[in-house]
Nanobody
């Protein structure tokens, strides 16, 4: 069973940047989408960004212009560059890789934006 592990989270001041990575324990074939979700305390998990196999991207409105999702290789299938971070971006961030038959999730990495 392939496992995903996120990294790159941490404490950052407002206006700062972080780059999240998603490492895979094995190769995932026939990937349809790669994405990042987040869940803030007391809130539901929400889609932050997704990129298709064709390279099309979709972003949560509140992160447009600040976050950039990109595809990687088999070992690191997806990244999320986060710039101009705001306190409301504080959440646990999860990577997600989906094929026709399986959806893989990581266990999350905490991002805290605070002065």
């Amino acid at each position: 069973q392939v496992q995903l592990v996120e990294s790159g989270g941490g404490l950052v001041q407002p206006g700062g940047s972080l780059r999240l990575s998603c490492a895979s324990s094995g190769s995932i074939f026939s990937i349809n989408t790669r994405g990042w979700y987040r869940q803030a305390p007391g809130k539901q998990r929400e889609l932050v960004a997704v990129i298709t196999s064709d390279g099309d991207t979709t972003y949560l409105d509140s992160v447009k212009g600040r976050f950039v999702i990109s595809r990687g290789n088999a070992a690191n299938p997806v990244f999320l560059q986060m710039n101009s971070l705001k306190p409301e971006d504080t959440a646990v961030y999860y990577c997600n890789v989906a094929t026709n038959v399986m959806t893989y999730w990581g266990e999350g990495t905490l991002v805290t934006v605070s002065s």
